[in-house]
């Protein structure tokens, strides 16, 4: 009995000693499994974190952060070593890419910041980096290619020159942000010293990306929307007729033309293409308040975007209790909506797309410093955000905007043909001032690249806005 309590003693502590051998084993096996998965999926978000600034600071004191390129070759950002041996960033193309490619002082925007673990990293050889670190070396970190063009981001931002604004042009295939520009910008090789003046600059708001965080009414280029909810709820579109006084008076609802313009007798083609306040007010008041407010859903208003950059969310404020006026002023893109740049640019690219929309990207690869490449990132399709007939239905329309209507300014390109919508979007209560707008696409046979340009306080989107996306195209397709 005696051998037997012994026995049971021993067997009772081996599967004690077992249990908390599988215990320990788990959580090891755990904890290796939470490393693995912090260094393959969440180690550039940590490291890219506002709040995780000192952990950036221990890696800029052993790596010399990476360097940023254009996707046609040339140098957007690095770092420069001087004399003394201290280094500083450097940004050759000052002012051109201030808001795309960011800074990375006083905090950090732009590619600076969604690439920082990035360019902190070093993928060089293993042996090297051990061999540096022994030496007391800094290891070179990794360089980030981008999606932008040096030559479409220098023709947009001269073509904006000094008035406030933004203008993105996207590779409508592939989701490629070719150039973004926001302005007014600033330099920011100099931005430690030029810090504090442009951050007490409400004014003109400098540091604001207006391409992604700038919200503005639409005006008539959310006529693209309106345009896609009548096509969704009327089989007999093209049997559309309206007699535009330049005045439309509905349930106590009073809407103009711009400039009071009489447009006449119109079918939906022209309406679209004179951007006919009256007539796209009439088709608003017979809309289904319930389905508009769910396309707009549809198309991402409301929601979050497949956006690179830090970004606003567009919103529409209607519903089926929406009243006779708020449904009216949303057909025409005034009232409560308001949108981003870059927001329309997914819209009018979904269009040009055949109804589907690809991931907008501005991180086209990562290589070595030697050049190896590290990793490829591949264009993605978000999603079908119409069908390919209504799309196609809308592409016929804003062509007609070029050929028999307010985008007059592209006729005459050589090498391609252009179609889009113009916007003049008013803002305040002096209904003379208006936001100038154009979203548009080319070539219309075969899509590749769609832009969005708005000129705050430019008046009028076909005086204003087209000849600025006229000068972009024109590099696109045939250079300077």
Known sequence: MFK????????KTNNEILFITYVFTAVFVALIGYIIYFTAFKSDS?????????????????????????????????????????????????????????????????????????????????????????????????????TLDTSLQETA??????????????????????ALVSKPDFDPNNIDDIWDDINADTENSPLLNRATQGLYPPGSTFKIVTALEYLR???????????????????????????????????????FAKSCNSSFANISSGLDKGKFAATCNELLFNSSIPCPFSYKQSTVKLDGDSDSADLIQTGIGQGKTQITPIHMAM?????????????????????????????????REYGRLMSEDEAAGLRELMRGVVLNGTGSKLQGTVGYEAAGKTGSAEYSR???????????????????????????????????????ARMVFDDYFNGK
């Open 157 to 178: 931002a001269s073509a904006l020159g000094d008035r406030k604004g933004a203008v993105v042009l996207m590779d409508v295939k592939t989701g490629y942000i070719l």
């Open 233 to 271: 709820e009327n089989e007999n579109a093209a049997s559309y007729e309206f007699d535009c006084t330049g005045h439309f008076e509905y349930d106590g609802v009073d809407i103009n033309c711009y400039h009071g313009q009489n447009h006449g007798h119109m079918d939906l083609g022209l309406s």
């Open 4 to 11: 037997s309590r012994i026995r049971d003693d021993n067997e």
């Open 347 to 379: 819209i009018t690219s979904a269009v040009a797309n055949r109804g589907v929309l690809m991931e907008p990207m501005v991180i086209d690869s990562v290589k070595t410093a030697g050049g190896a490449v590290i990793k490829d990132y591949k264009s």
């Open 46 to 146: 940590v490291i890219n974190n506002a709040y995780n600034i000192k952990r950036g600071e221990l890696l800029e004191e052993r790596t010399v952060r990476g360097s940023i390129m254009s996707g046609d070759g040339q140098v957007l950002a690095r770092t420069v070593t001087r004399e003394d041996g201290s280094t500083v960033r450097e940004y050759p193309y000052g002012n051109v890419f201030a808001h795309a490619v960011g800074f990375m002082a006083q905090g950090c925007i732009g590619v600076e910041a969604m690439a920082n673990y990035k360019l902190l990293n070093c993928s060089d050889f293993f042996a090297d980096r051990i061999k540096n670190d022994l030496s007391g070396v800094r290891n070179h970190g990794d360089t980030v290619v981008t």
């Open 430 to 468: 002096d209904k003379t001032k208006s936001h100038a707008w154009f979203a548009g696409f080319a070539p219309f046979d075969d899509p590749q690249v769609a832009i969005t340009v708005i000129v705050e306080g430019g008046g009028s989107g076909g005086d204003t806005a087209v000849p600025i």
